[in-house]
């Protein structure tokens, strides 16, 4: 790593713990996050750097400009948690019952209030203006998209993006980057069956939405099955079904939900005819009539192809060659920093903070997440060497 860059972070080490743990502690929902707001903005006027809040709700936007004009990087951090029990028995477990950081948005935000510190106090070094977007609701309905709405990429015109994401697939110390698809689209679907009820011994004088759901769910499979490329990725599950509370009353409706998820807009739109087509034509064939809704919620995030090398070559001279992935998988989750890369050349990457030897090896989501703090420091580097040669010249 520069030496400067860990010189600082040898100095920042404790408060960006003490930061990350306060936050763990405090674990707000989606869009209620106005405690982790408020400590934003403490800390940001702290450090004296100036800063536009109740974005989208509970968003913060600050922003520090370099010794001269030049490009607009945006970094960005989620800052809410999960509605669930933390199992995790340490010094800085949720204090707030029902409410967890599972998915490791505590780090982010700890990760990015020092990386601003830092960038801020290497102002001499680089050009332009970094804008630092601590984002809420990622979990729901996505935060990225109303920030961007209240014109975060705007004065300055933000030029590129860059985010991480915390990960126990991957050892402290190592990361993950790849070019292109890094998350799907994470859309949902609603069916709504409409039959005729009547008497179990009379299915004569019936149409019976069960059978109807049934039939709907097996040619489902074959959406993806025989309609996407097998060298593509897509996947349709039905989540949800609910129809009747009787042995002997056919049901008037059945209720089926489920997740569509896909690389691409046009799979995307392709999952959602299909998924159409099935179910209007077998009600058709059985005389029944539908409902159907799809709802389009995050779109899939690709990475720049640029942006991503980028983040690769800031990683090696952080971590060492040996310590960063380039390619693999991408996953079927969604994340809603997908918004900022469909604006702008964007790249999010995956940083390791497992560790078995700790027992710090349970998956996002689960209520025995817990992160391996040594990692926080290599996500400032990363975040700051990108900076540093994003921006090293004027424009
Ligand atoms: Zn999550
Ligand atoms: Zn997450």
Avoid at 17 to 46: G, V
Avoid at 135 to 147: L, S
Avoid at 181 to 186: D, E, F, K, R, T
Avoid at 245 to 257: M, S
Wanted: charged share 25%; net charge negative; proline share 5%.
């Amino acid at each position: 790593m520069n030496n400067d860059i860990s010189v600082i972070i040898n100095k920042i080490r404790p408060q960006l713990i003490a930061d990350r743990r306060t936050i763990h502690q405090n674990p707000e929902l989606s869009f209620q996050e106005f405690r982790t707001m408020e400590y934003i903005c403490n800390r940001l006027d702290e450090l004296g750097i100036s800063y536009r809040k109740e974005i989208a709700g509970t968003g913060v936007l600050a922003e520090v400009h370099g010794k001269m004009p030049g490009k607009c990087l945006l970094i960005r951090a989620d800052m809410d948690a999960l509605a669930l029990d933390e199992k995790n028995e340490t010094p800085y477990s949720s204090q707030n019952q029902g409410v967890m950081h599972a998915c490791g948005h505590d780090a982010h935000t700890a990760i990015l209030l020092n990386t601003c510190e830092v960038l801020s106090s290497l102002k001499e070094r680089w050009c332009g203006t970094i804008k630092f977007a601590f984002q809420p609701g990622e979990e729901t309905t996505g935060g990225a998209e109303p920030m961007i709405r209240e014109g975060i990429l705007e004065n300055p015109k933000v030029d590129a993006c860059i985010a991480l994401h915390m990960d126990t697939d991957l050892n402290t110390g190592t990361i993950r980057v790849k070019e292109g698809a890094m998350y799907a689209s994470p859309d949902d679907f609603a069916i709504t069956i409409k039959g005729k009820g009547g008497h179990g011994a009379e299915p004569q004088n019936a149409i019976d939405p069960i059978v109807i759901a049934a039939h709907i769910i097996t040619q489902l499979q074959t959406v993806v099955g025989r309609n996407v490329d097998p060298f593509e990725e897509a996947v349709v599950t039905i989540g949800s079904i609910h129809a009747g509370h009787a042995t002997n009353i056919i049901p008037d409706t059945a209720e089926l939900q489920g997740t569509a998820r896909a690389f691409t807009n046009e799979m995307r739109n392709m999952l959602s005819e299909r998924i159409q087509s099935i179910v209007k034509n077998t009600c058709l064939a059985h005389g029944a009539d539908y409902d159907y809704r799809f709802v389009k919620l995050f779109p899939p995030l690709s990475n720049n192809a640029e942006i991503a090398k980028g983040i690769y070559e800031s990683a090696i001279r952080c971590l060492g060659e040996e310590n960063c992935i380039w390619g693999g998988r991408p996953t079927m989750a969604g994340e809603d920093f997908a918004y900022f890369s469909q604006e702008v050349p964007s790249g999010i990457f995956k940083l390791g903070c497992r560790n078995e030897s700790r027992n710090i090896t349970a998956p996002l989501h689960n209520p025995y997440f817990d992160i391996d703090e040594a990692s926080l420091e290599h996500g400032v580097a990363i975040f700051t060497d990108f900076a540093l040669h994003y921006l090293e010249e004027p424009r």
